[in-house]
């Protein structure tokens, strides 16, 4: 038998908000708790897909798992993981980026094990070939081990401007680390065609991989005062007091990026290109891309009644969905999403803009419906 | 002061059902009782709108007041219409088309009066002109008081091939009772524009006004059968047992029109021509036509959030409307309407076909949402 080797954590970022799919997503229901693609909520898939990475080491995946959000989301988040104890929960008090949450779940690690890898993964991202996936974790994981600070670029399918960029060094080879030159923030179209053609240009999204102990002596250098707030926060938590210093320690750490306070700085970054259908649901024009469609291409629940109609999307959270029939007549390629309180109709071109409906319930002066 | 003419009574025909307004529209909740047009149910504007032609003997124009509907929807019409005592609502235990209804309420009237004037009316319509309307009734009530079974004709002002038409004798005079020469089916679209252009010819609005004897006396004639249930009832009535009778008389009359049953039989029928904004709300275009509209000729209640679209018809029925938001994003000319158990979405242009969205749930075995 091998040298068992070290545990590796899972750290789910969970916080957020979001105003691109109202009324599905709200301050207390952000994005990666809804259905918008594939089986379940976004959260959940996340965290199932991953639970056969965190299983090396033959203990429950599920004592590998960490969920980081915000305090006002813990209720509607643990609702969706039962299977995960209090303490997989790291809550923050206020939101402060994601430095110093990732930060503190390094330290939270490294007090069970300080070699332990920890994958850093977003919740609100779809996923087709999750065994593509796994294999590119693997590979980063290994990265990891062997002490580089290491990150997963996706392969881009677009000159895509909406998302940040990887530069790394040579011609992207899948399956293997490589190394990163650095981030690049979201391009212009023209760059972003520039990058697409020249080929050694990846997606950042935000998945990062590192031992426990690596990022808190990267923290330590890069983000100082983050580091003596962990320092505060693992001296409670050897007194079982880090849940009420968390209200005095974290709101006064910096607001800061990983990618700007740690990935940026370092003089090494791993970068494992992957391709393995990733989608960051970015609308519901993208939620229809992904959906499960009928032969119209319609992509509505089993039951939903679509006379003539083709491209529609049709989703329905209210608590009577199922009970209730939504009926679409001679309509084509429109958004139709149902909540208890609230109902949008608008078309797949336009989706993006549900934001303008937030800005003018904010108007309004209404507070629950956004 | 001059010799008190004799009491007008209202009979309001609020059965029926319809599939045309689907969701709003059931089996349980006809069109009637839906606020389709103008403020409020049309079934309760039917009444606020003749109150005061009932009003004519000095006594209260409620008591005045009789509605005929199915024994099933009993409770949500009185519901709707508060002012009103038990006996006001005639109840049939099975449909029978409308001569046997008509007939009944007649025998009732003349329990009280038989010199007194019955007006038939739909309960369906919306009427722009209320004013107008209520001076055509009057002459319609004159015209019945002298003895003659009387019909409104509306001035056509389109060749609809939708409804029934009435020749009248010689050209049309609004505001005077003129002999009736025969009424016409449904006429195909050359037939109906030649009627038009003829100016003989009215449409049949289904509003009959007679004295009750005159009535009974049509009916002993022309629906012998009818005339003999009436006898029983009449009998039944005398001991306080009318509603027991009802269930083994009703069933038994023969299901007929008062159009086909009496009105093609009569040697004289008088017809009023009127010309008050009469529409039958037949589809939810119409009642996108008549709504209040906004600068962007959106109907929707205040509070619905519309960006970017024109056109479109919003009808909220839930019990919570008002309490939750319904918006529209850069889409036009669509009608959505909401009740508790359903949503539909289509456009005006194909607002006739909700009618297929209820064939299909009938064929799921669907029975609360028809």
Known sequence: MNKPSSAVFALVLAGGAGTRFWPASRSLRPKQLLPLAGDGPLLRQTVERVLAVCANDGGSPWDRVLIATGAHLAEATRAMLPELGQP???LEPVPRNTAPCIAWAAAVVARRDPEAVVMVLPSDHHIADVEGFRATLRTAVESARSGAITTIGIRPTRAETGFGYIEVEGAVV???????LKFV????????AAYVAGGRHL???????????????????YLPKVAEGLAVLD???????????LFSVFPALPSVSIDHGVMDHLPELAVVPGDFGWSDVGSFQAAWELGAKDESGNVAAPGTVLLDGEGNYV???RRTAGKRV????????LVVVETDDALLVTTRERAQDVKLVVD?????GEKTLI
């Open 174 to 180: 899948t399956g293997k680390a490589q190394r990163g």
């Open 88 to 90: 997989a929960f790291l």
């Open 360 to 364: 003018e319930l904010k108007k309004r």
């Open 235 to 245: 001296q409670a938590a050897s007194r079982g007091e880090e849940e009420q210093a």
């Open 326 to 333: 939504i009926a679409l007549v001679g309509v084509d390629d």
């Open 185 to 192: 923030e979201k391009p212009s179209a023209e760059v972003a």
């Open 203 to 221: 997606w950042n999204a935000g998945m990062f991989f590192f031992r426990a102990k690596d990022m808190l002596a990267a923290v330590q250098r």
């Open 315 to 317: 989703l329905d959270l």
